[in-house]
């Protein structure tokens, strides 16, 4: 990297962070402009949430709160281009120091949680903001250096949020709708702009990123030039509502979404000619830096990538220590525990049927799951949240470059419900044994039900996540689900749940092997087929997310295993007077938290209940 390019950016950022409240429209400017003033911690936190939801204004649609004075919101759709994000760094750092000038010794511990929260995501992302390139999740678990690739961008999140988290229910949501479709083109625009930026810089994604992505923009391009998804999701919506909506969203899809997707696609094929088949990030310019970076983020620790590589390793032997006596006791007695799993995979009784029917067994095998999980959660909480979820089938167009499922919880008021996403490209991705587990992960108790909870707490901990709290607690509700008597008749289910939680000590040995240990691709996939007998089809696409996440996906079992330290800690601090009730609702009651404060949370929790 010449010094010349550097400079450049610099002065670029410069003139960004200099001129970005002209390029903002004025409800958005004024609130970063100058805060109100704050008498209280509680309403600084307060401010804070709105003040940053005002440049995230999806993120209120998502929790049912665009309503009243900030109805203004439903109209907009966050800038992504480098003049909205030199808008948020600039926000955070103002933000930032508002809490920490703040005296918050008389604040309850909920309140003192939160600051703490908002200082440490604040803190990680004005660090990730610091780095050359990327795309910076504030309070979030999607941190890339690649701001358009299979797996992220508007193309792909934009037709998602519109379809599935933007209510249409009369006249003035599907005006809402026209608004926000309008202003598509311009996200993807200034998402141009910074990948164009990046490609200056030297950034160029691996080779096989760029062709899922250029497929998958292909695909986006001829369905909106035909008036596709863009517009039936608005048509279907408002069969009773007058007006020529399909005919007004036809003319945003064809006339200007189209081709702003066409001009991200003629630069995606212009670094395709630039491209390598290097996976990692130690591969790309200011990579080594990043994924140090991307670690912290994920983890909420400063563990190096040489630590966290042999850590998962030490998990992964742990787990399969306890998978070998099963494989044992079924008949699977010869080879490594990687193998025994591959031949049980390949025994169709484990299978579903090819095509529609089996996509349709799989989800109604996925909701039977849910009606059984949610009738046990009185015996792990004290306080019940609803379990308010809904299974979705994956858009076709991200299918392709998708993990197999992803969920979360959905608005404060419970109007619009937490989902549980399946990819269903192929009914080969899952099998009977795997997919409990998976359930328990995404939807109850995981992602969704957690999310409730985190609902419930002041408004900026709604937005603000940690990847190591959210999916440590996601397997710990696969392990959970598992305690409470998932599979006691079902050893292979068990088994399931065990090769879960070995993935994803797998994901730590090989996320640091792509970006610090120079591993090519076929490297990684091999190492999850063969040590923890997964299949080809499912691990091709887990490889590839984390060519363009890194470091996400070490958090999920670094967390796990942490909420486990907690908890053995409590029962042998507490004895007779420890109950699991009393320790899960703690720790979901604590909220989303780095881990350095869950064990805050988990202190106060022995320190009430031993008296």
């Known amino acids: 990297m010449t010094h010349s390019a550097i400079s450049r950016r610099s002065a670029l950022k410069s003139a960004l962070v200099g001129g970005t409240f002209l390029a903002l429209p004025a409800c958005v400017r004024e609130p970063i402009a100058s805060a109100a003033r704050t008498d209280s911690p509680d309403a600084l936190l307060e401010s804070a949430a709105w003040r940053l939801l005002r440049l995230k204004p999806e ?25 909205g994000v030199a808008a948020t760094e600039t926000l955070l750092k103002a933000d930032l120091a508002r809490v920490e000038a703040i005296d918050a010794s008389a604040a309850d511990p909920t309140t003192r949680t939160s600051l703490e929260v908002v200082k440490s995501a604040y803190g990680v992302a004005l660090a990730g903001f610091a780095q050359p390139y990327g795309d910076v999740a504030v309070g979030g678990w999607r941190n890339t250096p690649y701001v358009v690739i299979q797996n992220v961008g508007a193309y792909l ?7 599935s988290d933007l209510p249409v229910r009369d006249a003035a949501d599907a005006e809402a709708y026209l608004s926000r479709l309008s202003e598509m083109p311009g996200q993807l625009d200034g998402e141009l702009a910074r990948v164009r930026s990046a490609a200056e810089y030297g950034l160029v994604p691996p080779d096989f990123l760029l062709d899922r992505t250029i497929a998958q923009m292909e695909a986006a391009i001829a369905d909106a030039r035909g008036g596709g998804a863009l517009v039936e999701s608005l048509v279907d919506r ?12 036809g003319r945003i899809a064809i ?62 032997e742990a787990l399969h220590a306890r998978m070998d006596p099963i494989l044992t006791s079924l008949g699977y007695t010869g080879g490594s525990v990687g193998e025994r799993m591959t031949a049980i995979g390949q025994d169709p009784q484990f299978m579903f049927p090819a095509g529609d029917p089996g996509r349709q067994e799989i989800l109604g095998f996925i909701r039977d799951r849910i009606d059984w999980i949610k009738a046990q959660m009185p015996r792990a909480f004290r306080r019940l949240a609803t379990g308010n979820v809904e299974v979705r089938r994956l858009p076709l167009a991200e299918e392709p470059g998708a993990p197999t499922a992803y969920g979360g919880a959905g608005s404060i008021d419970g109007s619009i419900p937490g989902k ?23 939807s109850i108790p995981g992602h969704v039900w957690q999310g409730e909870y985190s609902n419930q707490l002041p408004l900026i901990r709604s937005i603000l996540s ?82 363009s996440w890194p470091g996400q996906a070490c958090g999920y079992k670094m967390g ?22 009393d320790f899960d609702q703690a720790v979901v009651d604590g909220g989303n938290v780095p881990l350095d404060v869950l064990e805050k949370n988990v202190e106060r929790y022995i320190g009430s209940a031993s008296g």
């Open 255 to 316: 006339g200007e979404v189209a081709p702003a997707m066409g001009r991200q696609l003629a630069e995606l094929r212009r670094l395709r000619s630039r491209a390598t088949s290097a996976p990692g990030m130690g591969e790309r310019p200011g990579g080594d830096e990043f994924y140090r970076w991307a670690l912290r983020a994920a983890t909420t620790t400063t563990l190096a990538p040489d630590q966290i590589h042999e850590l998962g390793l030490e998990e992964l």
């Open 466 to 547: 940690f990847s190591a709290y959210t999916e440590g607690w996601a397997l710990y509700g696969e392990q959970l689900a598992d305690e409470l008597g998932a599979y006691d008749d079902d050893p292979v289910g068990r088994l399931g749940c065990l090769q879960a939680l070995s993935f994803r000590a797998c994901r730590m040995v090989v996320d640091t092997g792509l970006h610090a240990k120079g591993w090519p691709r076929e490297r990684a996939i091999r190492f999850f087929m063969e040590r923890n007998g997964n299949k080809r089809e499912e691990v091709v696409n887990e490889v590839d997310r984390y060519c």
């Open 157 to 163: 999140d934009t037709p998602r949020f519109l379809d």
């Open 420 to 442: 549980m996403w399946i990819n269903l490209r192929t009914t080969d991705l899952h099998r009977k044994y795997d997919l409990p587990t998976l359930v328990h992960h995404e």
């Open 59 to 83: 993120g209120a649609t998502v929790l049912g709160i665009d309503t009243g004075e900030h109805s203004d919101l439903r109209y907009h759709l966050e800038d992504r281009s480098p003049a």
């Open 238 to 249: 408002t069969a009773n509502i007058p007006g020529d909506w399909g005919p007004r969203a």
């Open 560 to 581: 796990h295993s942490e909420i486990l330290r907690q908890r053995a800690r409590a029962r042998a601090a507490l004895g007779e007077a420890y109950d699991l009730r």
